[in-house]
């Protein structure tokens, strides 16, 4: 069975600094991961996805994640943080990989609420 | 990537009552997905709804409390059946399992 761990529930940081949320993985198979962004009020919107392709990968809005199967993390990245950044971040796993033409529902982490300070 | 709309957005109910969600895709699509989202909690899946064969449910869901439907491709429905306040949450479907609708936001009273 597949599962995440986001290592933080929350995380603070100040407009202009990095960010880093992080996220472990465990699966059985070799996975896809994603991370997904959801702000107060709206929908889900998916920043960046890892296909057994790169092991960085870049999203949307500057994100960007690297694949450390070593370490089975996943963890989320960003130089400077905008004020516009400030939601929910969620890491997923899925059971197969979507390079393989597969597809199966995905197991969501807990979340990370990302704040940031003006 | 795909256009996913829901019907209705939201939703108030009484409780006792059922609410059918539709589920609508811009492309032909094999398989559908249907998430609930607790307040102020993560996305658990519910199901996932092939065309032409019954939904698979997942472990603490059953087809009587949630029962779906897949008619075809492009559509789904998700019903909560015999809602009780514990059922408010947002309700997703998903397609290829990375594309979300919008979400239907219940509220049962």
């Known amino acids: 069975a597949q599962s995440v761990t986001q290592l933080d529930s929350h995380v603070s940081v100040s407009e202009g600094t990095p960010v880093l949320l992080r996220c472990n993985y465990s699966s059985s198979y070799s996975p896809s991961l994603f991370w997904y962004v959801q702000h107060p009020n709206k929908g889900l919107q998916l920043l960046l996805k890892y296909t057994s392709a790169a092991t960085l990968v870049k999203g949307i809005n500057g994100f960007e994640a690297e694949f450390k199967k070593s370490e089975t993390s996943f963890h989320l990245t960003k130089p400077s943080a905008h004020m516009s950044d400030a939601a929910e971040y969620f890491c997923?796993?899925?059971?197969?990989?979507?390079?393989?033409?597969?597809?199966?529902?995905?197991?969501f982490g807990k979340g990370t609420h990302l704040i940031i300070q003006p | 990537s795909a256009v996913i709309s829901q019907k209705p957005s939201r939703d108030i109910c009484q409780r006792g009552t059922s609410l059918t969600i539709q589920c609508q895709v811009d492309s032909q699509v094999t398989m559908m997905f249907w998430y609930r989202q607790q307040p102020g909690q993560s996305l658990t899946l519910i199901a996932t709804?092939?065309?032409?064969?019954?939904?698979?449910?997942e472990s603490g869901f059953v087809i009587d409390k949630f029962p779906i439907s897949r008619p075809n491709l492009t559509f789904s429905t998700l019903t909560v059946s015999n809602m009780s306040p514990e059922d408010s949450s947002i309700y997703l479907c998903?397609?290829?399992?990375?594309?979300f609708g919008p979400g239907t936001r219940l509220t049962v009273l």
């Open positions: 997923v796993v899925s059971r197969y990989s979507y390079s393989g033409g597969g597809a199966d529902g995905l197991t």
């Open positions: 709804a092939n065309q032409g064969s019954e939904a698979t449910y």
């Open positions: 998903s397609v290829t399992g990375q594309y």
